[in-house]
Antibody
Framework: EVQLVESGGGLVQPGGSLRLSCAAS????????MDWVRQAPGKGLEWVGR??????????EYAASVKGRFTISRDDSKNSLYLQMNSLKTEDTAVYYC?????????WGQGTLVTVSS | DIQMTQSPSAMSASVGDRVTITCRAS??????LAWFQQKPGKVPKRLIY???SLQSGVPSRFSGSGSGTEFTLTISSLQPEDFATYYC?????????FGQGTKLEIK
């Protein structure tokens, strides 16, 4: 069974940093592209970014709203996905989900809440 | 960036109704569109991929159509469990972009 479990959320001050993790199991993590999606309280879904797999040089893509501040990485040896968030703003407050989409289905973690507030 | 505009933003309907939600892309995206359902307090779930392909396990009352810039999600006969928020997502180019969502409520 595919499982994605996020961790690392919490309260951080504006300008601060936070690193989210997503632990994956139940599938061959190293084969897959992985995404981060976020959802501000009471708002819609926003795609944050993607990391490709080793075969595609682990290249990344980002939403304009986070580019230059957020960095997505992965450690295939640990079946883990990361989101390093720097220079956080109040508008980054959201539940952050890791997400994997395949032709046969899509899989979401339960999400981790990041609150940016002074 | 490609903008995705859903309509309506909210609607109310009754069990048994036929419902259509529209998603319009600011430029052509071929058929690189997915539809998601999200119930309160739950994670999203993909219903449709490639504009019209039904995800395995999703009831056949859900269907998708369209290509280019205009897409629709149709629920042929609403069931009580279908009341939720629906989102479209374009995956033709980066950055990926979601529509703003359509909240479907019980009339």
């Amino acid at each position: 069974e595919v499982q994605l479990v996020e961790s690392g959320g919490g309260l951080v001050q504006p300008g601060g940093s936070l690193r989210l993790s997503c632990a994956a199991s139940g599938f061959t993590f190293s084969d897959h592209y992985m995404d981060w999606v976020r959802q501000a309280p009471g708002k819609g879904l926003e795609w944050v970014g993607r990391t490709r797999n080793k075969a595609n040089s682990y290249t990344t893509e980002y939403a304009a709203s986070v580019k230059g501040r957020f960095t997505i990485s992965r450690d295939d040896s640990k079946n883990s996905l990361y989101l390093q968030m720097n220079s956080l703003k109040t508008e980054d407050t959201a539940v952050y989900y890791c997400w994997m989409a395949t032709p046969t289905g899509d899989y979401w973690g339960q999400g981790t809440l990041v609150t940016v507030s002074s | 960036d490609i903008q995705m505009t859903q309509s309506p933003s909210a609607m109310s309907a009754s069990v048994g109704d036929r419902v259509t939600i529209t998603c319009r892309a600011s430029q052509g995206i071929s058929n690189y569109l997915a539809w998601f359902q999200q119930k309160p307090g739950k994670v999203p779930k993909r219903l449709i991929y490639a504009a019209s392909s039904l995800q395995s396990g999703v009831p056949s009352r859900f269907s998708g159509s369209g290509s280019g810039t205009e897409f629709t999600l149709t629920i042929s006969s609403l069931q009580p469990e279908d009341f939720a928020t629906y989102y479209c997502l374009q995956h033709n180019s980066y950055p990926r972009t979601f529509g703003q969502g359509t909240k479907l409520e019980i009339k």
